[in-house]
C-alpha cells in the first residue's frame, strides 16, 4: 500500500508545473479573466461619531441625571481634546495626554485657587472614556481582541 505522499512525489513534475486535470497540481488561484474579488473595509468610527451610540446605549440602564453628566463630561473634557482620533487610534499614550491635559486645564469654578485641578475634573471624563471604549471594543471598534 502506497502512502498519498509517496504516490504524490512519484506521479508529479515540479512545483509550479501543472498538469492538465491532475488533483495534486489543480490551480487554486482564480483564472486572469476572472474578475478580482472586493474587498470589504471596515470604517472605523472617530470618538465624536461613536458617542451618540454611548449615550443612546447608556439610557438603557443609567438614569436620566447620569446620561446628562456622561453627555456633559464627553462634550465638555474628552471630545474637544481627542474626539477627532478614532477609535483604535486611542492608546495608553493617547490616554496619558488627556490625563495631563485635564490636570493642567484652568479651574473656572473655584477662583480662590488658580491652577489647582480636583481630583474628580480628571477622574470622571477618564472613567467615562473606559465606558465608550469598552462599549466600541464590544460590538464595534477595531476588532481586534485582548484582555
Known amino acids: 500500500m502506497k502512502s498519498i505522499g509517496a504516490e504524490h512525489v512519484s506521479c ?3 512545483r509550479g508545473s501543472a498538469h492538465p486535470g491532475h488533483p495534486h497540481t489543480a490551480s487554486t488561484s482564480a483564472a486572469p479573466s476572472e474578475p478580482a474579488r472586493p474587498v470589504a473595509t471596515k470604517s472605523i468610527a472617530t470618538l465624536i461619531a461613536f458617542a451618540d451610540t454611548f449615550l443612546a446605549a447608556a439610557t438603557l440602564f443609567n438614569k436620566p441625571s447620569s446620561i446628562e453628566n456622561k453627555e456633559s463630561m464627553l462634550r465638555r473634557h474628552v471630545v474637544p481634546r481627542i474626539g477627532d482620533l478614532r477609535l483604535c487610534g486611542i492608546d495608553f499614550a ?35 472614556l473606559k465606558h465608550v471604549l469598552r462599549l466600541a471594543r464590544g460590538g464595534r471598534g477595531c476588532g481586534a481582541s485582548g484582555p
Not at 496619558?96 to 471624563?125: I, W
Open 12 to 14: 508529479c513534475r515540479p
Open 94 to 128: 493617547g490616554i496619558q495626554e488627556l490625563t495631563l491635559a485635564l490636570k493642567e486645564s484652568r479651574n473656572r469654578v473655584c477662583t480662590r485657587k488658580p491652577g489647582t485641578t480636583h481630583p474628580n475634573t480628571v477622574n470622571k471624563p477618564l472613567g467615562c
